[in-house]
């Protein structure tokens, strides 16, 4: 397979980007894909989830973990992506030009969208900057609240900002919480069942958007 690159970006702190990244890491990797994450987010709590999960599960040589500037980002994933079949690019919580190499390089930029109008109002500026960077966007619903007016109101506004919209919502779930702390994923948690399978078939969205 050749190598695809993924950059999970959204202006909003607290949306779900650091949460899609790892969970989407080891979705693919137990689908036998060797996956690369780049963090360029200072906050670093991408490489605070990975150090747990090596004092956890050990090393796994086909699960890298690097840090990079933001706008380093294209060159250390075009790297990384001839060694590895998907490299997953995390990003900090602001859209300013810093951010174009990372949506020029990707073959899909995942949007996480939080259940709120604040979320969807910045879900705009992502949106403009990954149209110039001509980069497919799947903008993903998360801490979704399903059967209520909020949600839908918001799931609604978001299909209207032209982006293609993941079928599959990500729910809020203490899964999600419990599992970024410890260094794993949702799918590596067998009490945690409504999470894993919604993540699963997330994952396979995922992967067909990208090609
Ligand atoms: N679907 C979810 N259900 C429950 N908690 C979530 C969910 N998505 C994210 N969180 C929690 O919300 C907080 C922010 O998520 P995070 O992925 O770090 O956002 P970002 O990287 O966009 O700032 C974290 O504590 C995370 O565990
Ligand atoms: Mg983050």
């Known amino acids: ?36 994450l ?15 999960r090596l004092g956890r599960k050990g090393e796994d040589e086909e699960l890298e973990f690097s840090t990079s500037s933001a706008w380093g980002a294209s060159y250390e994933s075009e ?28 073959d899909l930029v995942v949007v996480p969208v939080a259940s709120s109008q604040v979320d969807l109002w910045a879900t705009e500026g992502v949106l403009d900057l990954a149209r110039r960077e001509k980069a497919p966007v799947l903008v993903v619903m998360n801490r979704a609240r399903p059967n209520t007016r909020l949600g839908a109101e918001v799931a609604q506004g978001a299909a209207d900002l032209g982006a293609t919209l993941a079928d599959t919502q990500i729910g809020n779930r203490v899964a999600y919480a419990e599992t970024l702390g410890q260094g794993l994923a949702v799918c ?21 958007a990208w090609n």
Not at 9 to 30: C, D, F, I, P, Y
Not at 42 to 50: A, C, D, E, I, T
């Open 1 to 36: 397979m050749a190598g695809r690159i993924i950059t999970v970006a959204q202006q909003k702190g607290g949306s779900g980007k650091t949460t899609l990244a790892a969970n989407l890491a080891v979705a693919m990797r137990a689908r036998g894909l060797s996956v690369a």
């Open 38 to 52: 780049i963090d360029t987010d200072p906050q670093g709590s991408l490489g605070r989830w990975y150090i747990e």
């Open 79 to 106: 790297k990384l992506v001839k060694r590895f079949d998907v490299v997953i690019i995390d990003t900090p919580p602001k859209i300013d030009s810093d951010l174009r190499p990372a949506l020029r390089v990707a």
């Open 188 to 208: 590596e948690r067998s009490d945690a069942r409504p999470a894993r399978e919604e993540f699963d078939t997330l994952t396979d969205e995922v992967m067909r």
